[in-house]
């Protein structure tokens, strides 16, 4: 399923190769793309919202909102 991320506190490059470095811890995430200037990630995974959201804000990130798209 893919999923749109909304995401507070990013606000450099590192951020989003924190984001993704998290993204990426998912069991079985695809397609991961994270987006600066929209402060959103969207990625293709069957993870549950709350596990997600975990490992976004486990970086020092808040999850505005997750939607299925």
Wanted: charged residues 35%; negative net charge; hydrophobic residues 40%.
């Amino acid at each position: 399923m893919k999923k749109k991320i909304l995401i507070e506190g990013m606000s450099c490059k590192n951020c989003v190769a924190h984001v993704t470095e998290a993204l990426e811890e998912l069991n079985d995430a695809k397609g991961i793309e994270v987006n600066l200037e929209g402060k959103y990630a969207v990625v293709e995974t069957n993870e549950a919202d709350d596990s997600i959201k975990e490992k976004i804000e486990d970086m020092g990130y808040d999850v505005i909102k997750i939607e299925n798209i």
